[in-house]
């Protein structure tokens, strides 16, 4: 094949989507606060509303991706989000920031990693791993630039300001690259080339059908986690005796964390199967909540923390992408990923609201460590416990 400019600039649109629709907001929600003079957790929940309609969205946009294709979906997602983002610029009022931030979470569903995914499936036969693999390396870069580039802007220009920026970053860039440069026929005709799977008698189906629902637990578990230690993570440092500077640069440690950990199963990941590996990242996930929680005698642990978090996420978000491809035929990808994925981001959207709620139910960080790693460890057992109605590969 040719060579196409694809890869790189999806690797660049998912950098900026990630960022501005994901990442900035845990960073400017203080200023927006004191904006809006409002509780903390009413704008928050703006944010959660965001994700719950991403969760929502995700299957239907799934089903529009294996309809019309990558091109039509992105460049119409930077639209809206573009859109959202200029709407931030001029909100005055706390229903309109809400309404807004829902037609961003409609963004994100049209924007980030399932749309991205499922172009790659549909138009690379082969190496399609290593190519995911390779966006999952460019979306893990999000958080270590956009954190600090948050946190710059709402000091020096202001939260709304920054919205601006991020509205001229979806114009100028995302919904430049999608309309130039994505295919417009070959996703569709690639998709319908591929045969449909014989129909399988309906008891054959039940162990696939079996493995999908605790697999979709699952992710809604760590979705949850996740969600809630994107929103936490620099306070939760902070209440482990580092300042606001040192925790927000520990923080901001994650994400080249999660890029090695995408590295590593690039260099590694062709020997193991979805399986192998998914056990060990979350075993990994698992043992870094942990090393937080200890953090609290042994303040040296956040380092560890931040080491292995960022290790795992990045790595389950690679095992998740490669999960339907075990279990679901390629033609029907972004609806199987949709369809999978859609209870984890709506899992993740009770992140930010459930951690605080969380926090002043246990009356301590250390009660919310506490129960985000009992919840990791019923995710691990899920994950088990779904490849047991499938198939081992020897």
């Excluded at 339907?324 to 390629?330: G, K, T």
Aim: net charge positive; aromatic share 10%; charged share 10%.
């Amino acid at each position: 094949m040719p060579y196409s400019p694809i890869m790189p600039l999806l690797s660049i649109s998912l950098l900026l989507s990630w960022g501005s629709l994901y990442y900035a907001f845990p960073v400017l929600a203080p200023a927006m606060q004191s904006d809006f003079q409002g509780d903390s957790d009413v704008l928050t929940g703006a944010f959660s509303v965001a994700l719950l309609i991403w969760g929502l969205a995700t299957y239907p946009v799934g089903l529009a991706l294996d309809r019309f294709g990558a091109r039509a979906v992105m460049t119409s997602g930077a639209l809206l989000a573009a859109v959202g983002f200029i709407g931030l610029y001029i909100v005055e009022s706390v229903s309109m920031f809400y309404l807004l931030w829902s037609a961003l979470g409609l963004a994100m569903a049209m924007t980030l990693y399932e749309p991205a995914f499922a172009l790659i499936v549909q138009n690379y036969p082969e190496g399609q791993k290593r190519r995911i693999g390779w966006l999952t390396i460019a979306g893990g870069l999000a958080s270590t630039v956009f954190w600090p580039l948050s946190y710059y802007l709402g000091e020096h220009a202001g939260w709304r300001h920054a919205m601006l920026l991020f509205a001229a970053l979806h114009l100028l860039a995302c919904l430049a690259l999608m309309a130039v440069h994505l295919p417009r026929e070959r996703i569709v005709a690639a998709t319908r080339r591929q045969p449909s799977p014989p129909a399988c008698p309906g008891p054959a189906r039940v162990p696939q059908r079996a493995a999908m629902v605790h697999l979709s637990l699952c992710f809604a578990v760590y979705g949850f986690i996740t969600a809630a230690l994107a929103v936490q993570a620099i306070p939760l440092l902070a209440a482990r005796g580092f300042d606001t500077a040192t925790a927000l640069l520990l923080a901001s440690c994650i994400g080249p964390m999660q890029v090695a950990g995408r590295a590593l199963d690039m260099v590694l990941g062709s020997r193991f199967d979805a399986r192998r590996a998914g056990l060990g990242t979350l075993t990994l996930l698992s043992l870094s909540i942990a090393a937080l929680w200890l953090a609290q005698w042994w303040p040296a642990l956040a380092v560890v923390f931040v080491i292995a978090y960022g290790l795992a996420v990045g790595l389950l978000t690679v095992v998740r992408a490669m999960a339907p491809l075990e279990l679901a035929a390629a033609a029907k990808y972004a609806s199987s990923s949709g369809l999978l994925g859609a209870p984890s981001l709506v899992a993740r959207a009770a992140g930010p609201v459930g951690a605080a709620s969380l926090a002043k139910a246990c009356g301590s960080q250390s009660g919310v460590l506490l129960v985000l790693l009992a919840g990791s460890l019923i995710g691990l057992w899920l994950f088990a416990r779904a490849w047991s109605f499938t198939p081992v590969p020897a």
